[in-house]
């Protein structure tokens, strides 16, 4: 999903700068990983062919308006070069600009924990005794592989390029592959039938198409996770311009991939057959097809991606807060560097609670789903305030001429972008925003600190406020879980 400051140099212009190609790329490499190859399975576990075609059709809209909210942006506001927090930051004060950071790092590093269940239940389609991908032996390699890792980076091992080059042949080929098979194979009448409940003799009612619809919309957003790629790295693009471009057609390509990969499957399985698949669910759509060749396929494309994407993550994980500890967002403890450049203490806590929640996976019977479930409602934050930062641009002129016709486009595609990202968050559902609440509340202790390190108050007029209704929502979380209203896992 996410790409490294060395495969950036790798795909630059002689002239130091990144060009369109290069910056769609990036895009397309950051969105597409290894949520993509389990998507019959995620958009089908509680909803029917009908709510999943609205589900794309919601989303497809909403991320094309955060696409436009980015393009707009990155020409408006080229000093802004530090990603989406960087939006949040300077629209609505330090601490929503930290809180946004903060719901980035979280999403980074907990991606990174269902990355290594998935590459593991991929394994056992070759090696049964990993199981599900969580189990003990599962958790024993995938640590094994993430302080390998950790080991490689502090000693200035950095990923190649020609990584990168892998990883994407490995997705696409088995995507492209099951796309075409799954158009020859696809049924009609099975898409068809009982189109919008998900009832009938095959399985039970899903509920309400808004009930079916709201259960897509953190798989959507999962697999979007990446879409900022471009403005994260628009201060080496040789055009502003080109970031914006980037987006829209990275977007563009990625929502064709994922609206094919998970409606076709829906003409070939039934909707309790795709939801009854293991971890990756799009072998056990093709396995039936073109017997174990093509299952074998999907998981060894799927190992190779995510195992690329894993690498990349790990040292994006270490790259946010490393970021922000030398900008003054985070603590400048995060900012230390050891002899051979590496951010060591931001890898140090990056990988240090991945270890611990590749623990507390081994308690989840869905691990896989729930920790991106966890990592697409951290990211909200992000999302959210880039499009409300794009519509108080465009409510208040700044950066407009006096008769700049876009002005009232932006204000538009800010409104609907926002309002987006506040569907999102009312779609995650009161029990994964609770727990969410649990893994922010920590950081109002670490934004107070970096504060105090700049001689500045901890907070400013309503931001006590928020930081308060931070607090109360996780306490409130933590009784639940204790009382088990909600599950933690």
Not at 12 to 30: C, F, N
Not at 304 to 325: D, K, R
Request: glycine share 12%; aromatic share 12%.
């Amino acid at each position: 999903m996410a790409v490294t400051h060395d495969q950036v140099i790798a795909t630059e212009q002689p002239s130091g700068k990144l060009t369109l190609l290069p910056l769609t790329a990036l895009v397309v490499g950051s969105m597409i990983g290894g949520g993509v190859f389990n998507l019959p399975s995620d958009m089908s576990r509680a909803a029917s062919p009908g709510a999943i075609l609205i589900g794309w059709l919601i989303t497809g809209f909403g991320m094309l308006m955060l696409a436009l909210v980015y393009q707009s942006l990155a020409i408006r506001k080229p000093d802004l070069n530090a990603g989406p927090y960087a939006y949040a930051k300077a629209g609505f004060g330090p601490f929503i600009g930290f809180n946004s950071a903060w719901g980035y790092w979280l999403s980074a590093f907990l991606g990174n924990v269902a990355y290594a269940v998935a590459i593991f239940s991929a394994l056992s389609f070759f090696f049964p005794v990993f199981g599900g991908g969580n189990n003990l032996i599962s958790i024993v390699g995938a640590s094994l592989c993430l302080w390998l890792i950790h080991a490689l980076v502090l000693n200035g091992i950095k990923q190649a390029a020609f990584v990168n080059i892998v990883t994407t042949i490995a997705k696409l080929v088995p995507l492209m592959l099951f796309i075409l098979i799954a158009i020859v194979a696809f049924n009609w009448d099975r898409f068809t039938f009982d189109w919008g409940r998900g009832a009938g003799p095959e399985g039970p009612g899903l509920g309400s198409i808004l009930d079916q619809v709201k259960s897509t919309m953190l798989v959507t957003l999962w697999v979007f996770i990446g879409i900022e790629g471009a403005s994260v790295y628009s201060a080496r693009a040789a055009r502003r311009s080109d970031v914006g471009r980037a987006t829209v057609i990275g977007f563009l390509g990625a929502l064709g991939i994922y609206v094919l990969v998970s409606l076709l499957s829906t003409g070939i399985l039934s909707q309790p057959e795709l939801a009854g698949l293991k971890v990756p669910s799009m072998a056990g759509v093709l396995e039936p097809l073109v017997g174990r060749w093509g299952a074998s396929l999907v998981n060894l494309g799927l190992m190779i991606s995510v195992g690329g994407a894993f690498l990349s993550w790990t040292l994006l994980c270490a790259e946010i807060p490393y970021t922000c500890g030398r900008d003054g967002t985070f603590p400048k403890w995060f900012a230390a560097e050891n002899a051979n450049g590496s951010p060591v203490n931001a890898l140090w806590a990056t990988n240090i609670l991945i270890q611990v929640f590749l623990i507390l996976s081994f308690f989840s019977k869905s691990a896989y789903q729930f920790f991106y479930f966890i990592a697409s409602v951290a990211i909200l934050p992000p999302y959210v305030f880039s499009g409300a930062y794009a519509l108080k641009l465009a409510l208040s002129g700044e950066t407009y001429q006096p008769d700049d016709r876009a002005r009232r486009r932006d204000m538009l595609v800010g409104l609907i972008a926002t309002l987006y990202g506040l569907w999102l968050v009312y779609a995650a559902g009161l029990s994964y925003l609770l727990m969410c609440a649990v893994l922010f509340a920590p950081g109002i202790l670490v934004y107070a600190r970096a504060r105090r390190e700049h001689g500045e108050p901890a907070f400013v007029g309503m931001e006590a406020l928020i930081a308060i209704g931070i607090g109360i929502l996780a306490l409130l979380a933590i009784y639940l879980m204790w009382t088990g209203a909600i599950s933690p896992l």
